[in-house]
């Protein structure tokens, strides 16, 4: 399943959608870069940074960005070259998503949870995955098709599709 895996950025629209979203769109703690979202669905979105700010705002909106802000901590901790940095950000992580007292707890199994827990006595790369997968299939299955059919995924098909008009006019542009 794949959605807005590109790394192709449309600055002046990412722009445009974030004023547009004003208040809701706040960025969390863990940096979540407007380019590329991991795949979650067969759909390609029509534009790749306005199409994850925009996922990432109603994620905010229904107070679950917890889902995409652990998935991106998971994916930076896995690129963490210093086996010596691996054991702190491994607990950085732990305690802001999957501790009992995590300020932004994912929702995940008791099973993956003790799974995870016991991973971090020795940490490692992969010791997040299994909750990580668990958080992306929630996104896929759950959060994900309810983007599709907000107003938000709506607005962002139109404006990424050119009017008619704007294409001919390019289309004589081009003749010329």
């Given amino acids: 399943m794949k959605l807005i895996l590109n790394s192709i950025s449309y600055p002046h629209r990412a722009k445009e959608l974030k004023a547009r979203l004003g208040s809701i769109l706040q960025k969390p703690d863990w940096s979540l870069p407007c380019s590329s979202l991991p795949a979650i669905t067969n759909q390609i979105s029509p534009v790749p940074s306005d199409g ?6 109603f994620l905010v909106s229904e107070f679950s960005e917890e889902n ?10 896995k690129n963490t070259k210093s086996p010596a940095k691996l054991s702190a950000k491994a607990q950085k992580i732990y305690d802001e998503f999957i501790g009992s007292d995590a300020p932004r707890e994912i ?24 909750a ?12 994900y098709p309810r983007f599709l059919r907000s107003p ?5 098909v139109c404006q990424a599709k050119p009017s008619t008009k704007a294409t001919k006019q390019q289309q004589q542009e081009k003749k010329v």
């Fill in 107 to 130: 929702n995940i199994d008791h099973e993956t949870r003790d799974i995870t827990k016991a991973n971090m006595l020795v940490p490692s790369p992969s010791c997040f995955d299994m």
């Fill in 68 to 77: 995409i802000a652990f998935y991106f901590a998971c994916e930076e901790y």
């Fill in 52 to 57: 994850l700010c925009a996922f990432t705002a």
């Fill in 132 to 143: 990580q997968h668990k958080i992306y299939m929630l996104m896929a299955k759950d959060c």
């Fill in 152 to 156: 938000a995924y709506g607005d962002l």
